[in-house]
């Protein structure tokens, strides 16, 4: 997910609605995850960002990675390691 996140193009990703790809998906500026059984869902989203692709737009999004990217993931991690030291 987080590879697909640095790409910063639109997502297409099939899931549960409510889980953790679904929340990161949202807070990053990208669309909900859709349920595999929903079609017309899932070709309302295919035309919309083929639609965005053929007039050069990104739509409504404005894409928010930073906090899933290496360099913050790994800082959230290392100040994790030092809170648990510190106990």
Known sequence: LFEYLACEVPIIGFGNPGCD????????????????????????????IFKNWQTGSRGD???????????????????EFNRLISK
């Open 21 to 48: 790809a679904d929340r990161i998906l949202i807070e990053s500026g990208h669309k909900n995850l859709l349920p595999y059984e929903d079609r017309d869902a899932i070709k309302t989203r295919l035309i919309e």
């Open 61 to 79: 999004s404005t894409y928010n990675i930073e906090p899933y990217s290496r360099k913050k993931l790994t800082q959230k991690l290392s100040e």
